[in-house]
Nanobody, 124 residues
């Protein structure tokens, strides 16, 4: 069955960095776009970044553009989210998700499988 397992979250000071990983299994990873979303307490899940099947195209939310980088290693069935210059407002649970196609999307409804999430807490 399809599984997405995130890791790499934790507690970091403002201005610091973290790298999240999402290991996929149960499907042909290289055939699907992937995305990262986040959800802060009391808020709706929000788009963060996404990448197409080949890694050749990416897209970011304005709030993270220039600070976060999404990448993928199809040989390792893994998608990454490098987060730099972290701010307190980046505190959230971060989820990776599989797009329903080879492309990326902003709309969470276009993603059909989700991981359990990893918590990122940024202290100011």
């Amino acid at each position: 069955q399809v599984q997405l397992v995130e890791s790499g979250g934790g507690l970091v000071q403002a201005g610091g960095s973290l790298r999240l990983s999402c290991v996929a299994s149960g499907f042909t990873f290289s055939r699907y776009g992937m995305g990262w979303f986040r959800q802060a307490p009391g808020k709706e899940r929000a788009f963060v970044a996404a990448i197409i099947w080949s890694g050749g195209s990416t897209y970011y939310a304005n709030s993270v553009k220039g600070r976060f980088t999404i990448s993928r290693d199809n040989a390792k069935n893994t998608v990454y989210l490098q987060m730099n210059s972290l701010k307190s407002e980046d505190t959230a649970a971060y989820f990776c998700a599989r797009s329903g196609t080879t492309n990326w999307y902003i709309d969470a409804r276009r993603y059909d499988y989700w991981g359990q999430g990893t918590q990122v807490t940024v202290s100011s």
